[in-house]
């Protein structure tokens, strides 16, 4: 069955490290997202990508970067890690634009 | 702004009772709206995808609705269990700015 994977599943990492979370989808899906998840402010798009080589900035993108080599693979990159990126992140992806959205298991990311 | 707003954030009911989920959106140009499920410490499982040109759908005891004039979708679950207990969450794919927009989710608990 096709499907998506984040790893790792748990990072505690310190402040000012470089961190890359990777996500894996199966689906041969063109666009992928990654969100983060925080009490009172629900999910928000980091960044997105509609195929190879493109990527896109979302609503919370500073700090964070993507790139796209392939179909299969988004990685997402805190150049500089902060206690404000503490958080929960989830990759998403999907066939078409519009179409309906498959997440990962999401990722629980630690800065201390 | 386009958002979206999910009341109540938690809701509490018997095993057995017929329930809805209420979600709001402020623009009436969208493309889309999705109903998603998310169980403590796992990603979202879509559950139904209303396109704008639909005023509702079904799957098995779930139930959504779509009107796009007052801004308003429901999500109705009938007889409910508490298997269904989870956060579920209501997204709108606004047909400005490509990307969709999710509400902070209701808390939903099915006591037995």
């Known amino acids: 069955d096709a499907e998506i994977t984040q790893s790792p599943r748990h990072k505690i990492t310190e402040t000012g490290r470089q961190v890359t979370l990777a996500c894996h989808q199966t689906?041969?899906?063109?666009?992928m997202f990654w969100y983060r998840q925080d009490l009172g402010h629900g999910l928000r798009l980091i960044h997105y990508?509609?195929?190879?080589?493109?990527?896109n900035k979302g609503e919370v993108s500073d700090g964070y970067s993507v790139s796209r080599s392939n179909t299969e693979d988004l990685p997402l990159t805190l150049e500089s890690a902060a206690s404000s990126q503490t958080s929960v992140y989830f990759c998403a992806s999907s066939g078409g634009l519009t179409d309906t959205q498959y997440f990962g298991p999401g990722t629980r990311l630690t800065v201390l | 702004k386009q958002e979206v707003t999910q009341i109540p954030a938690a809701l509490s009911v018997p095993e057995g009772e017929n329930l809805v989920l209420n979600c709001s959106f402020t623009?009436?140009?969208?493309?889309?709206l999705q109903w998603f499920r998310q169980d403590p410490g796992k990603g979202l499982t879509s559950l139904l995808l209303i396109q704008s040109s639909q005023r509702e759908q079904t799957s098995g005891r779930l139930n959504a609705s779509l009107d796009k004039s007052s801004g308003r979708s429901t999500l109705y679950i009938a007889a409910s269990q508490p298997g269904d207990s989870a956060t579920y969450l209501c997204?709108?794919?606004?047909?400005?700015?490509?990307?969709?927009?999710f509400g902070q989710g209701t808390e939903l608990s099915v006591k037995p």
């Open positions: 623009d009436s140009a969208i493309y889309n």
């Open positions: 997204a709108v794919f606004y047909n400005q700015g490509g990307k969709l927009i």
């Open positions: 689906w041969n899906h063109n666009n």
């Open positions: 990508s509609y195929g190879v080589q493109d990527t």
